[in-house]
């Protein structure tokens, strides 16, 4: 899939005048094209509502023009609850989906309203404890071995989250007897898979398990959350996924398994991250330093704290260099970032146009999982975040960190002290 | 290796009413021995000097303490420059050792009257741009393939750090005629090795290398960094090194190269982190949870934003259950964090005592790259950091993150009035 920018090269060095690299830059236009394209081919669905996986990226503006667009949030904890909040997000437009939660968070959640999901069986007894039990309740289900996983989620039988089979129908049984009305069902299995199959193959799952709930539990589910981990075309030869495919291939399993069972209507939800913003987000780098040793390395000022993928993971992410596209690709670098951790790298044996200092990079597909998951090993500072608009204005949804923010919870004038 | 810990449970119970898990406790007697232990086995070398790797654990008390017992300190960027000045360390108690570095931190490095430690050849014209050459001067060796490195640092040839062997010998020349009036030589090429030999031929071959050096330029080297790498026992089976040995091997490989070469004196400089806090810091952190699905997980208040090691290394890190060190360790479970990710797990299928909601647990050599490699992902905060002081007392050392702190970059009025 070719890696379109939604700027130029002269675009980019405006922008950089005002706010220096590194900064991840997202662009609103496609984030809201794409959203409606996804809620319209969902739409065929029965009660569709999609509830943004907050973690992937957890910037109040992203939120608010996803709301605007008409979705909900997962939160998966309080920082996360209280994000949503100020945004204004509230009520069922919040999945409280969490593990190992403290009760705190549970609180919170019922608080807003928000329809939590609970992780284990055991959390019935402690949500009670916390907070009660809610009206509206819902189940992380783990199919064990019956599914595959993937590396970065694990497979499903060694993966902490979720209820067994057995255990999801005793579950139910006492939220009923504990006085639950509205019931809804969840699982989340998979995390940036291509395949379209998948998903249709985890509806279909979720789908019979519903009706097996019906006959021994008497409960009819109000919603099943189909979970998210639907991937999107990192590599240049990764083939997008059609989301009317899914979207025909889940209504068809429910008009076969629910329907024909008749416990239709059952709103279906999802909870995609990565696909709603990756594609979306860049990371934009200058290029600071050239080095010739046994490699060619190209050093750029960004680095696992603007985004870590490529060195947790092995992930890939495409590379342009602004204003080269058409160059020939005839180096070969490892794009580096500064940390002294040697697997900072963004890219290893790339080939890439012949690469000068001062060149700006664009690291693509950063829109998810990347400004999120920065750190400040080794007193990085984490960047900031721009908004390209409609417009073609620029506007900055988060400022960069400082000093003094890596600072804040030290105490130097007790060091000072200090004997 | 018996893992003994500083703290009875009572203690514990006692520092937890007043701050709450999960924390990181470092005990300040330890480090003090272990210190001191240190620099008397490796003062048989001549003009012995261990600059302390501040992004083992980034925190002013710690580096208080340690500069109080002798050492200097490494540092990689500029927020471990500006904490160290805060702390009143300056000029050559500095080593600046970075890679892909921007002017900025050179000429604070150099503002601080700091060892610069250039990681290649480009950087003299670089820094000169920046800063102007200083009159002291090191270069970072890369031996390529003649040396081995390890999974976490990676295969020499294939770092990004450090110059080529013909590299370094071009590069003192250039400095010398730039006016820089006197030299160190420094590798690093491995992390957390238990091999003692391993670091005594390091030292042979920064020897050979130095002595190489003044016959092609006539430079006699002022200091040899060895660097740091050296590994602590994690797994109770491992054993510790003898740093009696090592400064005995590097002793007689001093004598047999530098001495017989008439290049004595040359000081020795190393930059351990992890050896010298990694052991005397324990993750305590609180059972939230026991769940049982198709394995035995539980659930604790900490996360990978607490200790990342376990997650992105598959590191081994020892869990002591307290109050049961005495129990059979008859229970087979998977201790878990609270993120969305399923590799947030302290340990996988560990063999503990039976572990209750509310059971307190101490994740060993949690005291070097543990609090320093936390994020945010998933919004969680990170933890507090405590000093057990020798008199028993414990001093917080950095306070837990606040939702505050989480939200500082953002600009909540603007999400508000956004359209």
Do not use: W
């Not at 968070?105 to 009670?128: T, V």
């Not at 400082?402 to 919870?409: H, I, L, Q, S």
């Amino acid at each position: 899939m070719k890696k379109i920018l939604p700027f130029s090269k002269e675009k980019v060095l405006g922008i950089i005048k005002k706010y220096p690299t590194p900064f991840h830059i997202y662009d609103e236009m496609a984030i809201r094209k794409n959203a409606r394209r996804f809620l319209k081919a969902f739409s065929i669905l029965e009660g569709f509502k999609e509830y943004f996986a907050v973690k992937a990226t957890p910037n109040p503006y992203i939120l608010k023009i996803l709301h605007e667009e008409g979705f909900g949030v997962d939160c998966s904890s309080l920082p996360e609850l209280l994000m949503s909040e100020k945004v204004g997000i509230r009520g069922e437009e919040i999945m409280f989906t969490s593990n190992d939660t403290p009760a705190i968070e549970y609180q919170k959640a019922k608080q807003l309203g928000a329809i939590i999901n609970l992780d284990d069986i055991s959390h019935i007894e402690f949500l009670e404890k916390a907070t009660g039990i809610p009206n509206v309740i819902c189940l992380r289900f783990n199919p064990g071995t019956a599914r595959k996983g993937t590396d970065i989620i694990g497979k499903p039988e060694e993966a902490k989250y979720g209820l067994t089979r057995e255990q999801i129908f005793e579950a139910y049984k006492i939220l009923k007897s504990k006085g639950a009305k509205r019931f809804g069902l969840h699982t989340m299995i998979i995390s940036n898979e291509l395949n379209e199959d998948y998903f249709i193959e985890t509806a279909r799952m979720l789908f019979e398990l519903a009706v097996e709930v019906y006959q021994k539990t008497g409960i009819k589910l109000e919603f099943i959350n189909l979970g998210g981990g639907i991937g999107i075309p990192y590599k240049l030869e990764d083939k997008p996924v059609s989301y009317e495919n899914i979207a025909r291939g889940v209504k068809n399993a429910y008009n076969n398994i629910i329907v024909k069972n008749n416990l239709h209507p059952v709103k279906i939800f999802m909870e995609c991250g990565r696909l709603i913003t990756g594609t979306y987000g860049y990371l934009v780098t200058r290029v600071l330093h050239l080095k010739h040793t046994y490699k060619n390395f190209v050093g750029t000022d960004a680095c696992m704290a603007n985004l870590m993928r490529p060195a947790i993971y092995g992930a890939y992410h495409h590379v342009t260099v602004l204003g080269k596209e058409n160059d020939p690709y005839n180096n070969v670098y490892d794009v580096t970032g500064s940390l002294c951790e040697n697997n900072d790298k963004f890219a290893i044996n790339r080939k890439l146009p012949e690469i000068e200092r001062g060149d700006i990079l664009v690291i693509h597909d950063a829109g998810a999982h990347g400004f999120a998951m920065g750190f400040n090993y080794n007193g990085k500072l984490r960047s900031a975040e721009l908004l390209l608009r409609e417009d073609g204005s620029v506007a900055q949804i988060r400022r960069a960190e400082t000093v003094e923010d890596y600072f804040a919870t030290l105490d130097f004038a007790g060091v000072k002290n200090f004997k």
